[in-house]
């Protein structure tokens, strides 16, 4: 594994803010032990690392964890993450727990995610869910390229204030955008999105109907119709709103509720439902999620 510090921020670049990156590269090693995944590169600067490669479901699927030590995202802070998976390498990374968006007096704190699937690779993105507080000022890029053939799980969970401790989000603004391309160059997903604290949209039946929590989960791979059918009809825990769209060969399903919890349960019931067809494996939870 190659191991280099990035020179390309600086922790001086923003006084009292968290510059930081991480790039991660997956490569498939075909030896005369069989195929496995290793994590061949890792180029990081600040506070944003991964922790050792774990193998629970043989050498062929990796699993990582990408830590922030600080534990939280306030105004000024730039995290990047660069995630590449190799021609039939596959890998899930998952974070330890949700991430925190603090509430900031003006400067904007921004996230930018960039991951790239090579042909017949697969890419699991499952991180825990974002909580951005009242008052934040916040923004997450998320950039997806897809090579001939490759699989991918991606969810992405926000919470907008904290309903659990009745602190709504009256403050602030969060813009989300999600972009992915295939291997052909052509968009086959673009969102953007830009919700206010206090916003009427929050409350209205045209926007998020009061549901403070939102997520969005999408699958690329080989699915029958059949099949998603029948995972349309799986209950869904109590409180949770679920709606299926079917974009060529990219399966969205997107989710209001008023807590994070349901809405991360219903989310693992579809990709448990999911992964054996379109992604080629059975589910097996990461270790991490259940500590």
Not at 87 to 94: F, S
Not at 166 to 173: C, E, N, S, V, Y
Request: aromatic letters at 6%.
């Amino acid at each position: 594994m190659q191991r280099a510090l990035d020179p390309a921020l600086s922790p001086a670049a923003s006084f009292g803010a968290w510059q930081a990156r991480l790039q991660l590269g997956f490569e498939r090693m075909d030896d005369g032990g069989g195929a496995r995944t290793v994590l061949r590169r890792l180029g990081q600067l600040g506070p944003l690392t991964v922790q050792k490669p774990l193998y629970p479901e043989g050498p062929l699927r990796c699993h990582a964890i990408v830590l922030h030590p600080p534990g939280g995202i306030a105004g000024g802070d730039h995290l990047e993450l660069g995630i590449t998976v190799g021609e039939g390498a596959e890998a899930l990374l998952t974070t330890p727990g949700a991430a925190k968006w603090y509430a900031s007096v003006g400067p904007e704190a921004r996230q930018h995610i960039q991951l790239s699937v090579a042909t017949g690779g697969c890419l699991e993105w499952l991180p825990q869910e974002s909580i951005v507080f009242d008052g934040a000022q916040a923004q997450s890029e998320v950039e997806i390229t897809l090579g001939e053939g490759a699989r991918l799980a991606y969810w992405d969970i926000v919470c907008l204030g904290r309903p659990s401790n009745a602190l709504p989000f009256t403050r602030g603004a969060w813009r989300q955008s999600l972009r992915i391309r295939g291997a052909d160059g052509r968009v086959r997903f673009l969102e953007r999105g830009r919700l206010l604290g206090g916003d009427a949209l929050l409350s209205s039946p045209m926007g998020l109907a009061g549901l403070p929590v939102m997520g969005t989960l999408i699958l690329a791979g080989q699915l029958d119709r059949d099949r998603l059918a029948a995972v349309r009809e799986l209950p869904s825990p109590a409180g949770v709103q679920l709606g299926w769209t079917q974009l060529e060969d990219l399966i969205v399903l997107r989710a209001l509720a008023s807590q994070a919890e349901p809405l991360r349960a219903a989310f693992v019931q579809a990709w448990q439902a999911l992964r054996p067809e379109c992604l080629g494996r059975p589910a097996m939870l990461p270790r991490i999620w259940a500590t």
